[in-house]
């Protein structure tokens, strides 16, 4: 008999992620597996796959691996850190409310708060250009970047994943899908790029479209959020906290300045389980 896989889908702001437990038992996923599985025709769909693993280390509770839907292994991920906190806990493998997790690049707290949301501390953003990565000769928080003969001012923000967002009039008319993938496969950024477009409210409200490397343009993308509010504070748009409207729903981000870590706070919602055999 074929041994079945458990799931659970979850989406944070409709970012949708397929959340596998190898914590009770070990899972080992091909690169066309998880394609398989994020498709939304044969298999699960969803964004980003998750994979909840012991800890390798004494000062952590989880590590955690964050698969593209293209099947690629990626570092970092903020709606995914809040469903991943949700789902340890109503999975039972922590009682606790507050855990340390392990990420491909560093480590994150997820917290659960007592509303339901979960806060996330993200990690001090990373800005100097050649840690993003970013090939640039400049530390300048805002940039020139060619994009098919049109020059964009972006800035270039590393949220555990890199990020470069630009500011526009209005994101409904943003070139994101012309602009998105010429931005997120731009030879000045050599492991790709989160393509990030943000609209100003007000001091204390945006709006923001992201296209994700790897996925596409997604309903939210929190790592975005956590970038496209450092973006607004370094270049004095906005101020802490900021309410960051996307097409899946709303985040708050509040970060104080450089040097500091960015906190995220925003809903985490399991949709369905189930189980089923890998091809």
Not at 104 to 131: C, F
Request: net charge negative; glycine share 10%; hydrophobic share 45%.
């Amino acid at each position: 008999m074929t041994e079945k896989l458990a799931f659970t889908k979850m989406q944070g702001l409709g970012n949708d992620f397929v959340m596998i437990d190898a914590v009770r038992r070990p899972v080992a996923l091909t690169e066309a597996q998880v394609r398989w599985l994020a498709d939304r025709h044969f298999g699960v769909g969803c964004d980003q796959l998750l994979v909840v693993e012991p800890a390798s280390r004494p000062d952590v509770d989880f590590r955690y691996r964050i698969f593209n839907a293209d099947g690629g292994e990626v570092e970092q991920c903020g709606n995914g850190a809040r469903c991943f906190a949700r789902f340890v806990f109503d999975q039972g493998l922590t009682a606790k409310r507050e855990i340390r997790v392990e990420t491909k690049k560093g480590i994150i707290t997820p917290r659960l708060e007592a509303d339901g949301n979960v806060t996330v501390d993200m990690g001090v953003p990373v800005l100097k250009p050649a840690d993003v990565p970013f090939v640039s000769d400049s530390d300048a928080w805002v940039q020139p970047l060619d994009v098919a003969g049109s020059e964009v001012a972006i800035t270039a923000v590393s949220m555990g994943n890199p990020h470069a967002v630009q500011v526009v009039a209005d994101v409904d008319s943003a070139p994101v899908a012309e602009q998105g993938p010429l931005i997120e496969r731009h030879p000045r950024f050599p492991a790709r790029v989160n393509a990030g477009f943000l609209q100003i409210v007000d001091a204390h409200h945006v709006r923001l479209r992201v296209f994700e490397r790897g996925a596409g343009e997604t309903l939210a993308c929190g790592t975005g959020a956590c970038a496209a509010v450092v973006t607004g504070i370094l270049r004095g748009l906005v101020s802490s906290p900021v309410a960051v409207e996307t097409r899946g729903g709303e985040l708050t981000i509040a970060w104080n300045g450089v040097g500091t870590p960015v906190l995220m706070t925003g809903p985490a919602v399991t949709v369905f389980s189930g189980e089923l055999t890998l091809p």
